[in-house]
């Protein structure tokens, strides 16, 4: 697990490829807006915790570079 510090660079690499996946929570609209376009513009996927369709408003954030590691990571953090 790498933390680069700026959420919109952690995004930017999952966008990449350099990261398979990103989660963070407490983030405001600022700090992801441009990252979570730049995720879906290559395919990417985008959520909040629960699998919601926005995740610029609900304070969580779960972005991966392909919808299966998507799905298991979701499944992971739903679990606790």
Known sequence: MRRLGAAALDLGYVACGRFDFFWEEGLKPWDVAAGILIVK???G???DYYGGNNPLFSGTLLA???QTIHKKILGIINER
Do not use: I, L, P, W
């Open 45 to 47: 996927e985008t959520s």
């Open 41 to 43: 513009e290559v395919g």
């Open 64 to 66: 991966a570079n392909n």
